[in-house]
């Protein structure tokens, strides 16, 4: 489980190609290893499709950690951890939103 922090965390992290600044209550730590693992996941889908638009590669990544956290809730993860992973993906989710966004204007 994640180390909580008492005051908001900031970290730089270059994820697919750009640098975001990630404000968090986690740890350093849990944050840039959540950053890694977005990485991880564009990357992959980046490979699968060469030709889509970043946009297209970062919604079809949002759509895919949420299938997961859909299956992890249909396995009867315990509300709690399941409240606390919602909000940590949501979290993660605006910033991706608010970066592409900031892209695209």
Same mark, same amino acid.
């Given at each position: 489980?994640?180390?909580? #922090?008492?005051?908001?965390?900031?970290? @730089?992290?270059?994820?697919?190609?750009?640098?975001? @600044?990630?404000?968090?209550?986690?740890?350093?730590?849990?944050?840039?290893?959540?950053?890694?693992?977005?990485? /991880?996941?564009?990357?992959?889908?980046?490979?699968? *499709?060469?030709? #889509?638009?970043?946009?297209k590669v970062?919604?079809?990544?949002a759509l895919?950690?949420?299938?997961?956290?859909?299956? *992890?809730?249909?396995?009867?993860?315990?509300?709690? /951890? @399941?409240?606390?992973?919602?909000?940590? @993906?949501?979290?993660?989710?605006? *910033? *991706?939103?608010?970066?592409?966004?900031?892209?695209?204007?």
């Amino acid at each position: 489980m994640a180390d909580s #922090a008492s005051s908001p965390q900031k970290i @730089t992290k270059q994820i697919f190609g750009e640098s975001y @600044t990630i404000v968090g209550e986690a740890s350093p730590k849990y944050i840039s290893q959540v950053a890694d693992y977005v990485e /991880e996941r564009l990357k992959e889908i980046s490979s699968s *499709l060469p030709n #889509a638009s970043k946009t297209k590669v970062a919604v079809l990544c949002a759509l895919n950690l949420a299938d997961e956290l859909f299956q *992890l809730r249909e396995k009867g993860l315990a509300s709690e /951890e @399941t409240k606390e992973i919602e909000d940590r @993906t949501k979290k993660i989710i605006s *910033l *991706l939103e608010e970066g592409i966004i900031g892209d695209i204007y």
